[in-house]
């Protein structure tokens, strides 16, 4: 008798395991994948509703761009900046590096861009909302801004638009701020980002990692000093020519923080 009981809860146990299998191959992904997968895309979105929210924002920033070598030395040329927005249509963008000293100011109706180093600026009529300007740069003038998606008021959108694979990877500190680490993989980049923990979710690192370009390079934004609603500091959003800047054509306004000793030779 004792024998046929064991043998009975031995057959039921394999019915079972057999079961979960079967759920688990039809579903493709374990249970806890899905779970994680589900968790990252609500804190991406709580970010990304936080931000679309906010009407003015500041921050400072530092950033990485790196380079691969004909060699595969990868080489990082490193910047930091401040932004300052009112949405929908007012933006001020500075960087400076080794290599490029830049400033950009949109009014909702004209972008100038400012090269501090040579003194000089150029000009664009394109009004319009902050999210069209992103836009504009980067499919009219060819002139992407890395990380410019954080800025749209699309953001998830933007983020997850043909995302392939979403983790939730857990805890981090970022400039001693405690975050939620998450990682997307798409199609031709992977992505991911640190998002400060509590009831401001904003971006604290953001690392985008080419997957169109042999070896990987990657370009990180970190932030840090965030300001929302009345803690930003006034901003009139119009360029004064207080520095008695020479006007050029935008096209010949040199915005490239890639400097001639880091240009394959022959190369413009």
């Known amino acids: 008798m004792n024998n046929m009981v064991r043998k009975s ?17 039809a579903s493709g992904l374990p249970a806890s994948a899905r779970a994680d997968e589900v968790s990252a895309k609500q804190l991406i979105k709580a970010m990304s509703d936080y931000l679309a929210t906010q009407t003015a924002v500041s921050f400072s920033y530092d950033s990485s761009l790196e380079i691969v070598t004909g060699d595969k030395q990868k080489l990082a040329l490193a910047s930091s900046g401040a932004v300052v927005l009112n949405r929908p249509d007012k933006i001020r963008v500075t960087r400076r590096g ?29 009004p319009g909302s902050i999210d069209h300007l992103i836009d ?14 954080l800025l749209m008021s699309s953001l998830y959108g933007e983020l997850m638009d043909s995302a392939t694979d979403v ?8 400039g001693g701020v405690e975050c939620d680490h ?11 980002i640190w998002i400060a923990q509590g009831d401001r979710p904003y971006p604290c690192r953001y690392v985008i990692t080419s997957k169109l370009v042999a070896d990987g390079p990657q370009y990180s934004i970190q932030t ?20 008695n800047a020479r006007k050029i054509t935008l096209k010949d306004l040199d915005t490239d923080e890639l400097p001639e000793i880091f240009r394959p030779r022959g190369s413009k």
């Not at 983790?167 to 970022?174: N, P, T």
């Not at 998450?182 to 991911?192: C, S």
Request: hydrophobic share 40%.
């Open 167 to 174: 983790k939730d990877l857990g805890s981090g500190v970022i």
């Open 9 to 25: 809860v031995k057959i039921s146990v394999i019915g079972i395991s057999a079961a979960v299998l079967g759920l688990t191959i």
């Open 98 to 126: 080794g290599f490029a000293d830049l400033e950009a100011v949109f009014d909702g109706k004209t972008l100038t861009l400012i090269g501090n180093n040579g003194n000089i600026y150029g000009e664009v009529n394109e």
């Open 224 to 243: 840090r000093d965030w300001k929302t609603g009345n803690d930003v500091a006034t901003d009139d959003f119009t360029f004064k020519n207080a520095a």
């Open 182 to 192: 998450l990682a997307v993989r798409k199609n031709e980049v992977d992505w991911q």
């Open 136 to 149: 504009v740069l980067r499919d009219k003038y060819e002139r992407p801004v890395p990380g410019a998606d």
